[in-house]
T-cell receptor
Framework: SAVISQKPSRDICQRGTSLTIQCQVD?????MFWYRQQPGQSLTLIAT?????????ESGFVIDKFPISRPNLTFSTLTVSNMSPEDSSIYLC??????????FGPGTRLLVL | GENVEQHPSTLSVQEGDSAVIKCTYS??????FPWYKQELGKRPQLIID?????GEKKDQRIAVTLNKTAKHFSLHITETQPEDSAVYFC???????????FGGGTRVLVKP
């Protein structure tokens, strides 16, 4: 299985600012995903990060709020822009090994004041 | 799109007893069903999965069953231990699609 790391592991931010979360995988992967997990809730897919093209966003998530980069097959970033307290959540990077099996990074715990 | 419902939302069992979590899915094209365990403050960890050409799969104390006709699948944990306490998520993946759809999660508490 792929080893996935994320930076930062946690952060406390002021409203109106932006935070960029980095995801690094130890092997080349075709598919990378970004999820949000609000306290006590399930995992919600924000977008699929596509290498060499724009990310594919799920309903309710827009590029202006959550810009994503995927410069190569081992790295992606998610930016949470113009943050508000409602953005306080855990953000998880995920990759798929082969066609199906999906693994998750350790997550980034974000608190917006 | 696919919709996955998971029950119960919380489950409390005595150590040594069995725990069963059930999920239903809506899209008959889904053919891969993983289960994740998430301990407090940790990432979701894949614990077992099943594909639609198999009816049951077992790995030590955990097993998963799949009923394609009824579109439901279940996780069974036998001889529960305190370390089984966690939130469990079921999920479904469509054959030709890319999106893994998650259930709402079940918080399992194993009482010693």
């Amino acid at each position: 299985s792929a080893v996935i790391s994320q930076k930062p592991s946690r952060d406390i931010c002021q409203r109106g600012t932006s935070l960029t979360i980095q995801c690094q995988v130890d092997s080349q992967v075709t598919m990378m995903f970004w999820y949000r997990q609000q306290p006590g809730q399930s995992l919600t897919l924000i977008a699929t990060a596509n290498q060499g093209s724009e990310a594919t966003y799920e309903s309710g998530f827009v590029i202006d709020k959550f810009p994503i980069s995927r410069p190569n097959l081992t790295f992606s970033t998610l930016t949470v822009s113009n943050m508000s307290p409602e953005d306080s959540s855990i953000y998880l990077c995920s990759t798929r090994a082969g066609a199906e099996t999906q693994y998750f990074g350790p997550g980034t715990r974000l608190l917006v004041l | 799109g696919e919709n996955v419902e998971q029950h119960p939302s919380t489950l409390s069992v005595q150590e040594g007893d069995s725990a069963v979590i059930k999920c239903t899915y809506s899209d008959s094209a889904s053919n891969y069903f993983p289960w994740y365990k998430q301990e407090l403050g940790k990432r979701p960890q894949l614990i077992i999965d099943i594909r639609s050409n198999v009816g049951e799969k077992k790995d030590q104390r955990i097993a998963v069953t799949l009923n394609k006709t009824a579109k439901h699948f279940s996780l069974h944990i036998t001889e529960t231990q305190p370390e089984d306490s966690a939130v469990y998520f079921c999920a479904a993946l469509k054959a030709a699609g890319n999106k893994l759809t998650f259930g709402g999660g079940t918080r399992v508490l194993v009482k010693p």
